[in-house]
């Protein structure tokens, strides 16, 4: 079964209760149909289309405030059988409701800042010192002085790669297939 789902459909009708007698004598198979109208235009051509889904059981109530020319959005279940050499679809409906537009409000567009914003402010500790920045920029504050400790590492400039020698270009003597000579680029 594959699962499907029409939004804002248009209804063109729904049927009223169908039975359909039991070939075993048992209880009538009982069904509703609802008929989406999913016709279109085009280069001045009406090309109609018309969709039935059937509601059984207990779902067959979700049509009782459905009417022709209301929009709603449906979900059900597309399925097929073979049958003396053919196949046959069934689109049986789970699920029907009004279809309401969302409304489309844009958000409103945040205001531009004006310059930088504020960065809070901390109370510098002791051994802090903020060192003057040229042209007058706001400043982060700096690390803290700490004292010099020994260095254990120092980092090696990496050694530089030895230069691979290029493939030995070896001549060109006849062509292997014809029109290699008409290329446009040397051989």
């Given at each position: 079964m594959i699962k499907f789902s029409?939004?804002?459909?248009?209804?063109?009708?729904?049927?009223?209760?169908?039975?359909?007698?039991?070939?075993?004598?048992?209880?009538?198979?009982?069904?509703?149909?609802?008929?989406?109208?999913?016709?279109?235009?085009?280069?001045?051509?009406?090309?109609?289309?018309?969709?039935?889904?059937?509601f059984t059981g207990d779902k067959m109530a979700q049509l009782d405030s459905v009417y022709p020319g209301m929009r709603v959005n449906v979900d059900g279940l597309l399925s097929g059988r073979e049958y003396n050499n053919r196949i046959y679809n069934s689109v049986?409906?789970?699920?029907?409701?009004?279809?309401?537009?969302?409304?489309?409000s844009a958000p409103a567009p945040a205001p531009m800042p004006i310059g930088y914003p504020q960065q809070p402010q901390y109370q510098q500790a002791p051994g802090y010192q903020a060192a003057p920045m040229p042209g007058g920029y706001p400043q982060q504050p700096a690390a803290p002085a700490y004292p010099q400790q020994p260095q254990q590492y120092a980092p090696q400039p990496a050694p530089a790669a030895a230069p691979v020698a290029a493939p030995a270009q070896q001549p060109y003597s006849q062509p292997s297939s014809p029109g290699v000579n008409d290329l446009p680029f040397p051989h």
């Open positions: 029409a939004t804002n459909a248009l209804v063109h009708s729904v049927t009223p209760v169908i039975e359909i007698e039991s070939r075993s004598g048992g209880q009538p198979f009982c069904k509703r149909e609802l008929i989406i109208d999913d016709s279109w235009d085009k280069d001045g051509k009406h090309y109609a289309n018309f969709v039935s889904i059937e049986r409906g789970q699920s029907v409701s009004p279809y309401q537009a969302q409304q489309q």
